[in-house]
């Protein structure tokens, strides 16, 4: 069986490692190539921590290219509470004798969809949404040649996870979330930051089963040191609550989404608390404007599942 194709776009902090990990080890997908783009750590950062987690997944090597280091226009600003300074916990871990190609990622992005057949490849988003933006705004035409997006964006019900109203990848760079729901994708799936909560939370548990997996699941588990102990004095128990594992799994298992519909939706881009809000019609009472599916619950049994078979060895 021919295996489905896919470009990951990547912030890559220590729960996209987990996220990339699961995506090397299923043999349905053949990763194409890695861009990386600014988030929770610089892109060049990302790289490297990529190219880390590529050599303990010890499977097969997609090249890895640099994108975006700037956001479409507001300043980069990081998320080293959540994942440390390096972004992997700071545990120092991160290989940098590993060494990223030299070519820039958007354009190797668009290169790739263009010697691919249309509509063959998957784009898998982690991070802010800029390197898509930009790609759509240098090469629109070829940015359609993908075959469907998924990406981890907006709240979804449960509340913002960096301001109490915006999820952090869209409020890293909303003006790029904006330039992509308007584009128009025809297939176009954000999978909500609540996918990842309520059972969907890998409790102290699973964290330990994983950790036992091998050294994979352990390194997986180790890196989000920082997010452990947030949530520690957040909650005053061990959890971890994996947004890019979650949607990687609903990118990678639709079978595994237990709740999924399309809405109208638009992006606030006023300056302020209210940045980054992503306005979604719930109540379906709009009948124009940017829309997008949107799954905002996983069917958990299934997901941690998902996780122990694909990094236990």
Sequence with gaps: MEKQKLIIDTDCGSDDAMAIALALKDERYEILMF??????????????????????????????????????????IGAEDTHGQDGMGDLGLVDYSLEPEKEDGIEMMLKTLKENKEKSIDLITLGPLTNIAKAIQKDPETMRRARKIVSMAVTGKAGGNVTDLAEFNVWADAEAFKTVIDFGFEDLLFVAWDASLGDSVLVKEDIDKIRDLSPLGKYCIDINVCLLKLNQERFHEDILDMADPAAMFAALCEEGIDHCEEYFLDVDLTPGERYGYVDIDYEHKRNKGPKAKICMKLKADLYKNYIFEHLKG
């Design 35 to 76: 861009s990386t783009v600014a988030g929770n750590v610089r892109a060049k950062q990302a790289a490297y921590n990529l190219l880390t987690t590529l050599k303990m997944a010890n499977t097969y090597y997609p090249k890895v290219y640099i994108g975006s280091e700037e956001m479409l226009k507001r300043d980069f």
